[in-house]
């Protein structure tokens, strides 16, 4: 079975400070993992994915995210946090080894950039 | 690219009813996903074509769910005597083939029963 956990409902940052939205997950092989966004009333926008290689992988916006094969963790990062970052980020897995295509997500975490 | 398209965007009705829901993929994509989210939840898997074959059925999908793909284009969700519990938003999301390309989202059809 394959899980993911956002530990953080909510998560709030000023205007221009580094952000970051934690997720760890849990496969039985070795993992796919997506980030993506969604915005009131709307579907969800993909940001980024890890498949494999280089552990710091580059998306859309200027956001980037660090694979942790360790620590079994996918943070989602950004160096300077804008108004317009504002929304629901969500972390999703697939197991590698698996015949599935699903994605699991985790629960969402709202992040809220103050002016 | 017109991305994925999902009609209607709202859907009010009463229980026992049935409803239906289209999706239409961007053109190109022959893999087709339905998503269900409910407030404050990440979307959860229902099923997954490959062209028209459905190839992935989650057990969420119960006896009242069916989906098609008929020409492995549009797809189409009917839930038959809907139930409170079925109220969601219905996502539908496309990709095409290749090792793990980004599944791409519509904006959903929202589900309301009275």
């Known amino acids: 079975a394959q899980s993911v956990a956002q530990p953080e409902d909510q998560v709030n940052v000023a205007e221009g400070n580094p952000l970051t939205v934690k997720c760890t997950y849990s496969?039985?092989?070795?993992?796919?993992l997506f980030w993506y966004v969604q915005y009131p009333n709307r579907g969800l926008q993909f940001l980024l994915k890890?498949?494999?290689?280089?552990?710091l992988v580059k998306g859309s916006y200027g956001f980037e995210a660090e694979f942790n094969k360790s620590q079994t963790s996918f943070h989602l990062k950004k160096p300077s946090a804008l108004v317009s970052d504002s929304a629901l980020y969500f972390c999703?897995?697939?197991?590698?080894?698996?015949?599935?295509?699903?994605?699991?997500f985790g629960s969402g975490t709202q992040l809220t950039v103050l002016p | 690219d017109t991305g994925v398209s999902q009609n209607p965007r709202h859907k009010i009705t009463k229980r026992g009813q049935n409803v239906t829901f289209r999706c239409d993929p961007i053109?190109?994509?022959?893999?087709l996903y339905w998503y269900r989210q409910t407030l404050g939840q990440g979307p959860e898997f229902l099923t997954y074509?490959?062209?028209?074959?459905?190839?992935?059925k989650s057990r969420l999908l119960s006896d009242r769910f069916s989906a098609e793909r008929p020409k492995g284009s549009f797809s189409t969700l009917e839930i038959q005597r809907t139930e409170q519990g079925d109220s969601a938003m219905y996502l539908c999301?496309?990709?095409?083939?290749?090792?793990?390309?980004?599944?791409?989202f519509g904006d959903g059809t929202r589900l309301s029963i009275l």
């Open positions: 999301a496309s990709s095409s083939t290749g090792t793990n390309q980004p599944q791409h």
């Open positions: 496969v039985s092989g070795n993992p796919y």
């Open positions: 890890y498949i494999t290689g280089d552990n």
């Open positions: 999703a897995v697939r197991d590698i080894s698996g015949s599935a295509r699903q994605l699991t």
């Open positions: 053109s190109e994509h022959n893999r």
């Open positions: 074509f490959q062209n028209e074959a459905q190839l992935e």
